[in-house]
């Protein structure tokens, strides 16, 4: 395999079939406008299941990668295994929910790629700590419980971090960060997205820059993620790459979308 980029996308025996349906969709519509390689990653499925799931590939080069973990470790054990597999490699991680939705979408990530830089396809200065509700009186004592709970993990608003549905970054870089880090279940998933020790911060911390890119090519850095238009602010109309709860916001009426907007970016 040459040394173009790798694009990885996921999909796991969690995953419904039209989320990869619309990745094929997308990715054919889309043209990436930059040499890469192509991996797509099937985690916890049966060889069966994998045969069928190709044959909707069969016209798209690509490569596969069956992880061969038969535990759920959530996507970052996949990629953390994949990364191993393709040493000192620029790999653009997609979740299932993710595909792309601007022409050149490859190339202009790319463009801004250097060593020491990690690409997202958006970011968000959103708190967990925060989002955590006192929604009934008598639920009182289960409310302190979550907040110290959460503070113990994740910074007060704004918390900037990256969002991980879709990033790019060099695969010595990412091992090196995530075999320090725990997953066993959801709540640590979410740690390492945006708690203290999260993705973002651990780079932070090593002077790496941290961009988000948008449709335009646009680059920006962390006090100007908000301004890409990628991920709840104003229409989204400048998103380079879809994922779920993106596609969440654009569902909401003005007024909830004035609220989701400040819950993430604090206007």
């Given at each position: 395999m040459s040394k173009n980029p790798?694009?990885?996308?996921?999909?796991?025996?969690?995953?419904?079939?039209?989320?990869?349906?619309?990745?094929i969709k997308n990715y054919k519509k889309y043209k990436p406008g930059h040499n890469h390689n192509l991996i797509i990653c099937y985690k916890l499925l049966k060889k069966k299941n994998?045969?069928?799931?190709?044959?909707?590939?069969?016209?798209?080069?690509?490569?596969?990668?069956?992880?061969?973990?038969?535990?759920?470790?959530?996507?970052?054990?996949?990629?953390?295994?994949?990364?191993?597999?393709?040493?000192?490699?620029a790999i653009f991680f997609m979740n299932s929910h993710s595909y792309p939705v601007s022409s050149n979408w490859l190339k202009k990530i790319m463009s801004h790629y250097k060593k020491k830089t990690i690409i997202a396809a958006s970011g968000?200065?959103?708190?967990?700590?925060?989002?955590?509700?006192?929604?009934?009186?008598?639920?009182?004592?289960s409310f302190f419980?979550?907040?110290?709970?959460?503070?113990?993990?994740?910074?007060?608003?704004?918390?900037?971090?990256?969002?991980?549905?879709?990033?790019?970054?060099?695969?010595?870089?990412?091992?090196?960060?995530i075999k320090k880090q725990r997953f066993n279940n959801k709540y640590e998933t979410?740690?390492?997205e945006s708690g203290y020790n999260s993705l973002t911060n651990y780079f932070k911390r090593r002077k790496f820059k941290l961009l988000v890119v948008n449709s335009e090519g646009k680059k920006f850095l962390e006090d100007k993620w908000m301004y890409s238009e990628t991920?709840?602010?104003?229409?989204?109309?400048?998103?380079?790459?879809?994922?779920k709860h993106s596609r969440k916001y654009l569902t909401y009426g003005k007024k909830q979308k004035i609220i989701s907007q400040k819950s993430v970016w604090g206007v």
């Open positions: 790798i694009v990885c996308y996921l999909f796991t025996k969690f995953d419904k079939t039209k989320s990869l349906n619309s990745f994998i045969n069928t799931l190709e044959k909707k590939f069969q016209d798209i080069e690509h490569k596969v990668f069956v992880d061969s973990s038969d535990r759920n470790d959530w996507d970052f054990g996949t990629y953390s295994r994949l990364s191993s597999s393709y040493p000192n490699r968000s200065y959103e708190s967990i700590t925060n989002e955590v509700k006192l929604k009934k009186f008598h639920h009182i004592f419980i979550k907040k110290n709970k959460a503070k113990k993990s994740f910074s007060n608003f704004p918390n900037p971090h990256l969002n991980t549905s879709s990033f790019l970054i060099n695969s010595d870089d990412f091992n090196d960060f979410w740690k390492i991920y709840y602010y104003k229409e989204q109309k400048k998103t380079i790459i879809s994922d």
